[in-house]
């Protein structure tokens, strides 16, 4: 493997105090490295306290750091990896001009930067970008035209990795699919937060846990499946694809499993040490025609450039420890 050091420079985290970015810190600072410049929309939720337990060099808002990346300013001199994980993530969003700014613009600024100067960079895609699955889940950059996202979050996610191909950036560059991430520090994203967190505390003091019906005919309800995986795995997958200089392109980053809702809600309640309890009710109209049924990450390409690499906790041991170690306690990576 060719190694990318990096203790050598500094590490720019963007979207620092949001949920992967934060827990991709953490990850950092397990490994001893604090050399991190954070960026991040701050704004009035409380993502803030995400960074409170983590160490690192410097904070710095997004407008700063994305017009010293633009102008090769002195603020980004000093960076020799990027994590970017800033982005608008909300699969509801329908401004589209401040998805396109927010999540393809900044992502192609950092690209330029990044080549022009030699810098490791890794950027966060989404499996939305593969639409229904009608296509299957393999990160190979030639399926790139074929895919047609449902949403606008997922459309903004495929533009930049269209646009990162076409214009060869995908060899110098690494970028991450994502499947269904959940974990500590996802609180402050309010709806668009795992149902592990929405559910949680309905399972905790009413011993009932409420899924959507299923509108598809292959699955019963609460049997869709999907690739579910622990964000603690998706920030150590993430650090050490980092350190492989020669890994470059796109990668899924999932278990290689799928799994049903019904299976998370069980995973649940044994963590409470409860009875299992599952209600079903109706899916809302405006979802149906954009529900994912089925997701499963590919994940031979990341094995192959990471070997042994893959994930650490079954879904069952994921989510005790979230419930009991995060949920329950109340803490945030870190503490």
């Known amino acids: 493997m060719q190694k990318h050091n990096l203790s050598r420079g500094v590490i720019l985290v963007t979207g620092g105090a949001g949920f992967i970015g934060s827990a991709i810190i953490h990850e950092l600072n397990r ?3 604090s050399n991190i410049l954070v960026t991040d929309f701050l704004g009035t939720d ?3 306290k995400n960074l409170v337990p ?4 410097e904070f710095q808002p997004v407008a700063a750091v994305r017009e010293s990346v633009r102008t090769m300013g002195d603020l980004t001199a000093n960076v020799t990896t990027i994590f970017h994980l800033g982005a608008c993530s909300s699969t509801t969003e329908r401004d589209v001009d401040y998805l396109a700014d927010n ?12 080549v022009k100067r030699g810098v490791r960079l890794v950027y966060a895609s989404s499996a939305a970008t593969y639409g229904d699955g009608s296509l299957g889940f393999e990160d190979e950059e030639e399926k790139l035209p074929m895919l047609r996202p449902l949403n606008a979050y997922g ?7 269209v646009h990162a191909w076409q214009k060869g950036w995908l060899k110098k560059v690494a970028g991450l699919k994502y499947f269904n991430v959940f974990g500590p520090n996802e609180e402050h994203k309010g709806d668009m937060r795992s149902v592990i967190s929405k559910v949680y505390r309905e399972a905790r003091d009413s011993g009932i846990i409420r899924l959507f019906k299923s509108h598809h005919p292959k ?6 499946v999907r690739d579910f995986i622990y964000v603690k795995d998706a920030a150590r997958m993430t650090v050490d694809l980092a350190e492989n200089a020669a890994a470059t392109g796109l990668y899924n980053i999932g278990t290689g499993r799928a799994r049903s809702w019904n299976d998370v809600a069980r995973a649940i309640f044994a963590a409470l040490g409860v009875e299992p309890r599952i209600e079903y009710c109706e899916m809302p109209e405006a979802l149906r025609g954009k529900y994912q049924y089925f997701t499963e990450a590919r994940m031979e390409k990341f094995l192959r450039v990471c070997p042994g690499g893959g994930c650490k906790f079954s879904l069952e041991e994921a989510v005790a420890d979230y419930v009991k170690n995060y949920l329950v306690a109340e803490k945030f990576l870190g503490e």
């Open 219 to 224: 699955y019963g309800d609460g049997e869709s």
């Open 46 to 48: 409380e993502k803030w």
């Open 31 to 33: 490994r001893g490295l």
């Open 54 to 57: 983590l160490r690192f060099a």
């Open 155 to 161: 459309f903004s996610k495929h533009l930049t990795d």
């Open 103 to 114: 999540n393809y613009r900044f992502t192609m600024e950092l690209m330029e930067f990044a």
